[in-house]
């Protein structure tokens, strides 16, 4: 199988969108530097400001998994305990 990406998508209880926002961003350069990681991208809805989306890219599945079980990730999801709304990781093959 060739790349891999992620298009997570997280909407923040509306009350804790600048908590949420700010702690993705601290994900943003520690991804980057991971190993098998292409792209890593955040997004934010520009009519909807709790409505965030990932656009990822990685080289194998294999390097994914290690990216989601990194430290980094874990300390993102206690900061955010209780402050998302939703949560969808599509996984999904480039075409063209």
């Known amino acids: 199988m060739g790349k891999l990406t992620i298009i997570a998508t997280i909407v923040s209880k509306e009350d804790k969108t600048e908590l949420v ?5 601290k ?4 991804t ?3 190993d098998g990681c292409i ?10 400001p709790a409505h965030f ?3 990822e890219n990685w080289e194998s599945e294999a390097h994914l998994e290690k990216h ?3 430290q980094h990730i874990t300390d993102y999801m206690a900061a955010t305990e209780d ?3 939703t949560f969808v990781l ?3 093959t480039h075409i063209a």
Not at 21 to 25: A, L, N, P, T, W
Not at 27 to 30: E, M, Q, R, S, W
């Open 83 to 85: 402050c998302i709304e």
């Open 90 to 92: 599509n996984k999904m």
């Open 27 to 30: 994900l943003i350069d520690k």
């Open 21 to 25: 926002k700010s702690e993705m961003i």
């Open 53 to 55: 989306i990932f656009h």
């Open 39 to 48: 792209n890593y991208d955040l997004h934010q809805d520009n009519s909807n």
């Open 68 to 70: 989601l079980s990194s």
């Open 32 to 34: 980057r530097a991971e």
